[in-house]
């Protein structure tokens, strides 16, 4: 496929195949964990779009969909801090048993605050699904209970990743040629 965006990947990371085969396994360990609970998919935007679209149907469960937006980066490669709600959750979740879907667990801030966010709006149980795990940048204490792929320190784009708002559609798992940065 012809991409102008090939040329600022450095390296690949995680292939399209080996993420599908690890998200059909996610599907089937979700499928045992939630069968006959009907499980509210709660996808974290923008980054979680496609993992989000290929998780719920590697898992034919009965449940329904919903999304929150948060932002805690001003487009740099390091979280601020602070974690702020941009687009809130339109439905009622008290009771609910509701599985987190991230793209990437970095700094644990976004998770943190999202979790203890759920809590107090009720649900009745909060599971963390993350495609990427990044545990030598941790800060705060939070841990996911499905991990796709650990991977190093390193800023990574593709399969819904962005910088600045960029790559989200780079089909796999890649890092940018330093001079991107500095453009
Ligand atoms: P945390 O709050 O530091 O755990 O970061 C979580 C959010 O930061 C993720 O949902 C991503 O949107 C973003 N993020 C963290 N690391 C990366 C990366 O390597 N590439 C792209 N986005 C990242
Ligand atoms: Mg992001």
Do not use: W
Request: with cysteine; charged share 25%; proline share 3%.
């Amino acid at each position: 496929m012809r991409s102008e965006m090939e040329n600022d990947i450095l390296k690949i990371l995680v292939t399209e195949e080996q993420i599908q085969t690890r998200i059909a396994e996610l599907g089937e360990e979700l499928y045992q964990e939630f069968e006959g609970k009907n499980p509210l998919f709660l996808g974290v935007l923008k980054g979680c779009f496609l993992f989000m679209a290929d998780l719920v149907r590697a898992c034919q469960v009965k449940s329904d969909v919903e999304y929150i937006a948060v932002s805690s980066y001003e487009n740099a490669t390091s979280s601020s801090g602070r974690v702020k709600i941009v687009h809130d959750i339109q439905q009622d979740i008290t009771d609910r048993h509701v599985i987190v879907v991230e793209d990437i667990l970095d700094s644990g801030n976004t998770l943190a605050f999202l979790s203890e966010y759920f809590k107090t709006r009720g649900a009745a149980s909060i599971t963390i699904v993350t495609l990427l795990d990044k545990p030598s940048r941790r800060t705060k204490a939070v841990n996911a209970d499905y991990v796709g792929f650990v991977v190093p320190d390193e800023f990574v784009v593709g399969y819904g990743l962005d910088y600045c708002q960029q790559y989200r559609n780079v089909p796999y798992i890649g890092v940018l040629k330093p001079e991107v940065y500095s453009r």
